[in-house]
């Protein structure tokens, strides 16, 4: 199965920004930007995550952030143990 894919332009106007905003983010990095022949496109799970992201709260949003440090941190955690054996 094929993922859905919305190009930079569509991604504009779904979040009410001008295109060339769109197109710094995806030079900066913070859009995952692919290139198709349909020109440059992103994956529209990622779009549909971030529009999920800002109807959070502030607060909602923190919580969010500490949870995703505190997961990455346990993996970092793991995969330390793993290379030393659990020996720190």
């Known amino acids: 199965m094929e993922k859905m894919m ?3 332009s569509y991604v ?6 001008d295109r060339t905003s ?3 983010y995806a030079k900066r990095g913070l ?7 349909r ?3 992103v994956d529209a799970r ?11 709260t502030r607060g909602e949003q923190r919580k ?6 505190l997961y990455r941190l346990k993996k970092s955690r793991e995969a330390i143990d793993r290379v ?3 020996s720190q």
């Open 46 to 56: 990622f779009v549909e995550e971030i529009e999920i992201y800002l109807r959070l």
């Open 39 to 41: 020109g440059y496109v």
């Open 64 to 69: 969010l952030y500490a949870a995703l440090l």
């Open 12 to 17: 504009a106007k779904r979040w009410a920004v």
């Open 22 to 24: 769109v197109w710094r």
């Open 84 to 86: 030393t054996g659990g």
């Open 6 to 8: 919305y190009t930079l």
């Open 31 to 37: 859009i995952p930007v692919e290139i198709s022949p």
